[in-house]
């Protein structure tokens, strides 16, 4: 079967977090040089195709060609990559790091610059998932159109959540999936995250009124922080399947949970 390309929306994506540079670690070669041409090329993480690098037959072309399977590097580093007989110096992990590591920096700065002059929850309109193959790969089908519904009531309540408070909601899903937990005490958090009693009481207020999370009174000066379960199972999903979790809550892809 014949290998399909990146669309043309794949590739503006792709190269909008290059920052007009390779993505390999300390290469200072320019992607497009002053006159315009096109320097760069873009490199697959699993090969397009069977005998290439680090190919992967589970995978479909679809797949293959997605923006997750791609990034774009100079053209020395593309060939460096690409050589068969380097496959073992460049595994998939460890180009998945280089294009996650070079991308954020691009991507941070593009939501600091939404923020600052655009209602930045309207920025990017959300993707619902569809089938839940690969989240919901253990669940019946019972269950699976119970957690599309629990996921889609979810969304609709996310897209509204300013995207600061979307941030810190994602810190506090990852202290609880790390620790095993699904209520945070506020002083920990206060500490934790160095920030003030204030600005940790506007946050987590927003995040309260638009239903993803709230605070539990213990009495005696003690609180704990709750989200909603989607939060907590999500995050945990995009650890194990390697997804930045930005790309879901931030940039509100939710049809990588379909895989």
Not at 24 to 52: F, Q, Y
Not at 85 to 101: G, I, M, T, V, Y
Not at 186 to 213: C, P, W, Y
Request: glycine share 6%; net charge negative; proline share 4%.
């Amino acid at each position: 079967m014949t290998r399909l390309p990146p669309t043309p929306s794949t590739i503006k994506k792709l190269f909008a977090y290059t920052g007009n540079q390779c993505a390999m670690t300390n290469c200072t070669e320019l992607l497009v040089d002053p006159s315009g041409t096109m320097l760069g090329k873009i490199a697959h993480i699993h090969a397009a195709e069977k005998g290439g690098p680090r190919y992967l037959d589970t995978m479909t072309d679809d797949e293959r060609r997605a923006e997750a399977n791609l990034f774009i590097v100079c053209g020395k580093h593309h060939d460096i990559i690409d050589d068969k007989s380097n496959e073992a110096d460049w595994p998939a992990e460890k180009l998945r790091a280089l294009k996650k590591a070079h991308e954020a920096r691009f991507k941070k700065a593009e939501r600091q610059l939404i923020e600052q002059f655009v209602d930045s929850t309207q920025t990017n309109q959300p993707v619902y998932p569809k089938t839940l193959k690969e989240y919901g790969k253990a669940l019946e089908e019972e269950s699976i159109q119970r957690e599309l519904k629990d996921i889609t009531s979810f969304i609709d309540k996310l897209r509204e959540l300013p995207l600061k408070e979307r941030l810190f909601a994602i810190k506090l899903a990852e202290r609880m999936v790390r620790n095993d937990t699904d209520e945070l005490d506020a002083h920990t958090v206060l500490s934790a995250f160095n920030i003030g009693r204030g600005k940790f009481q506007t946050m987590v207020r927003i995040i309260e009124d638009h239903g993803l999370g709230h605070i539990i009174d213990r009495g005696y000066n003690q609180a704990g922080v709750v989200l909603n379960d989607e939060w907590l199972k999500i995050y945990a999903y995009c650890k194990e399947a390697n997804i930045p979790p930005e790309e879901i809550f931030i940039d509100m892809d939710f049809g990588l949970l379909d895989g």
